[in-house]
């Protein structure tokens, strides 16, 4: 994790906190309509047994929708290079599914996985899922033709080609793919927490909104916020572990 971008993410908030603070000084509007930053600090001191008990509630549900949706995206996206029929056949299927709002689709997947773990972790995969499995396949078949001519010149079968020269290549796009949905996973488990669940940020946000509590909502909002700045910057890291040679990670 780069200190530049650390202390230029530090500096942002605390620029964002000071705008928020002069105007809770000027406004001055109710409490529960929107507290002060100051308020939030307290709240997220006075809770924080609370708060982290939830947060481990949610950071379960997006970790291993991660790890799930990552896995399914990635395989996903080298089936389709690898076998083309396959491809042919699957990846119209695909594109319908991407088309549909994720969204919507939380309240059929607790219908279906209940109120536990289960329907937040599909939630998170599914919104993984897509762009993974998107950029890795693009960047499977957007390799330089001349490479696959050379490779064709030699006794190496199809799958050889794909494993040695293909996926290797194809890595950037991978990466990309992994920096762009890992920020989405704590809206995915949230969302589902929405729709139904008996723990997580989500069901604390849902039940401090009833209560007019939003020192309570801000405070977990803060957390949510602190979770996916930490996801990108972990992404960041991996796409910098798993392609060093792409442009964008030098």
């Given at each position: 994790?780069?200190?530049r971008?650390v202390?230029?993410t530090?500096?942002?908030?605390?620029v964002?906190?000071?705008?928020?603070?002069?105007?809770?000084?000027?406004?001055?509007?109710?409490?529960?309509?929107?507290?002060?930053?100051?308020?939030v600090?307290?709240?997220?001191?006075?809770?924080?047994p609370?708060?982290l008990?939830?947060?481990?509630?949610?950071?379960?549900?997006?970790?291993?929708?991660?790890?799930?949706?990552?896995?399914?995206?990635?395989?996903?996206?080298?089936?389709?290079v690898?076998?083309?029929?396959?491809?042919?056949?699957?990846?119209?299927?695909?594109?319908?599914?991407?088309?549909?709002?994720?969204?919507?689709?939380?309240?059929?997947?607790?219908?279906?996985?209940?109120?536990?773990?289960?329907?937040?972790?599909?939630?998170?995969?599914?919104?993984?899922?897509?762009?993974?499995?998107s950029?890795?396949a693009?960047?499977?078949?957007?390799?330089?033709?001349?490479?696959?001519?050379?490779?064709?010149?030699?006794e190496?079968?199809?799958?050889?080609?794909?494993?040695?020269v293909?996926v290797?290549?194809?890595?950037?796009?991978?990466?990309?793919?992994?920096?762009?949905?890992?920020p989405?996973?704590?809206?995915?488990?949230?969302?589902?927490?929405?729709?139904?669940?008996?723990?997580?940020?989500?069901?604390?946000?849902l039940?401090?909104?009833?209560?007019?509590?939003?020192?309570?909502?801000?405070?977990?909002?803060?957390?949510?916020?602190?979770?996916?700045?930490?996801?990108?910057?972990?992404?960041?890291?991996?796409?910098?572990?798993?392609?060093?040679?792409?442009?964008?990670?030098?």
């Open positions: 994790m780069p200190l971008a202390a230029a530090i500096g942002a908030m605390m964002v906190c000071l705008v928020w603070q002069l105007a809770i000084w000027v406004l001055d509007p109710p409490s529960f309509m929107l507290p002060s930053p100051l308020r600090a307290a709240t997220l001191i006075e809770r924080a609370f708060l008990r939830e947060s481990f509630v949610t950071g379960l549900e997006i970790w291993l929708g991660l790890f799930f949706g990552i896995t399914a995206g990635a395989s996903i996206g080298l089936s389709v690898a076998f083309p029929r396959f491809g042919r056949l699957l990846w119209p299927v695909l594109l319908v599914l991407q088309a549909m709002p994720v969204f919507a689709l939380a309240p059929l997947l607790v219908l279906w996985f209940g109120f536990g773990l289960t329907s937040k972790i599909v939630m998170a995969g599914l919104i993984i899922f897509f762009p993974v499995a950029a890795y693009d960047g499977l078949r957007r390799i330089d033709p001349n490479l696959l001519d050379a490779t064709a010149m030699t190496a079968s199809h799958l050889q080609a794909l494993w040695h293909r290797p290549l194809a890595l950037p796009a991978l990466a990309t793919g992994i920096r762009v949905a890992a989405l996973a704590p809206l995915g488990a949230v969302i589902s927490e929405w729709v139904g669940a008996s723990g997580g940020l989500g069901f604390v946000m039940q401090a909104n009833a209560r007019m509590q939003t020192d309570t909502v801000f405070a977990a909002l803060t957390l949510l916020a602190a979770t996916t700045l930490f996801l990108r910057f972990l992404a960041d890291a991996l796409t910098r572990r798993i392609a060093p040679w792409a442009p964008e990670t030098r």
